[in-house]
């Protein structure tokens, strides 16, 4: 029978991992589903994510815990101009569209039209589709066109991206002028399955060795940023948030 102290520690699993974590189980993730994030998530994202998880890569969706933490933070930014990087069905983009002011606009790049198309009606039933702007193409050019603009420097208030990850310094590069000082970027996948920290010769899955090491060296680059500030959460895949201060 364990003391008292050894039951306290391993209640907050403070024996077993060498440090204090909250989701040491599945069971504790869905407890957080079920109590703080479905009973409140808007019926056309519930839609949109029971749509999704019939598609074959329904592994790319954006889960419903870090949609609602989008929701707030694009709320507690006062963003109304927005980009989103990596559109998928639509749940992110979603979640943001309906925390922008009616007034707010969010422009989403993605490679694929279709997959935007699969949640284009439950977006348009939500009533947030006239603040999306969707372009259909390779989000790098675009950027690189944006920038020609100086009136697009400095312009946006919130920036989501998750797309390709070998990809995310370039878009760092760009997407710092987009946004303003004191806007905020959030990076999607910066723990990338937990394999950030695995043993260089740990066996991974095949769609997560090869981008392993650009989300190594995105995280690092990060943070020695000294034009941002950054804080990475383990919510869904890891997320880092970069605050621009310069
Ligand atoms: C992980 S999914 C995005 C998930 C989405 N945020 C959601 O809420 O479900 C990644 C998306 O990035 C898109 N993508 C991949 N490479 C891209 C690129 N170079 N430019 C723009 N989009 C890209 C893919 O087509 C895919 O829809």
């Known amino acids: ?6 039951q306290k520690n391993h209640l907050f699993g403070i024996k077993d991992l060498g440090h204090k974590t909250l989701l040491q189980s599945d069971a504790l993730y869905q407890y957080i589903l079920e109590t703080s994030v479905y009973p409140r998530e808007h019926e056309c ?11 074959p890569l329904n592994i790319m969706a954006t889960p419903a815990d870090e949609g609602q933490l989008l929701s707030m933070l694009v709320k507690l930014t006062n963003s109304k101009n927005a ?12 979640s943001t569209a309906l925390a922008l002011p009616p007034d707010g606009k969010i422009l989403a790049l993605d490679v694929n039209r279709e997959y935007y198309e699969l949640g284009l009606p439950i977006i348009q039933k939500a009533g947030v589709a006239h603040k999306i702007d969707f372009r259909e193409g390779p989000a790098l ?14 312009s946006l208030d919130f920036v ?3 797309a390709d990850k070998d990809n995310y310094l370039n878009y760092h590069k760009r997407v710092l002028e987009l946004v303003k000082i004191g806007g905020l970027i959030g990076y999607d996948n910066t723990l990338w399955a937990g394999s950030v920290a695995a043993p260089p010769d ?3 899955m095949d769609y997560i060795k090869p981008l392993r090491g650009h989300v190594m060296e995105l995280n690092k680059y990060l943070a020695q940023d000294s034009r941002i500030e950054i804080c990475q959460l383990p919510v869904g895949d890891g997320i880092t948030l970069c605050r621009r201060i310069i």
Do not use: C, Q
Request: aromatic share 8%; no cysteine; charged share 35%.
């Open 1 to 6: 029978m364990a003391n008292e102290e050894e």
């Open 45 to 55: 994202l519930k839609e949109i994510r029971k749509m999704t998880a019939k598609h």
């Open 83 to 94: 980009l989103e990087i990596g559109v998928f069905t639509g749940y992110s983009l979603l």
């Open 141 to 154: 050019p675009f950027l690189d066109e944006m920038l020609k603009d100086e009136n697009k420097k400095g």
């Open 160 to 162: 989501f991206v998750d």
């Open 202 to 204: 740990a066996p991974l």
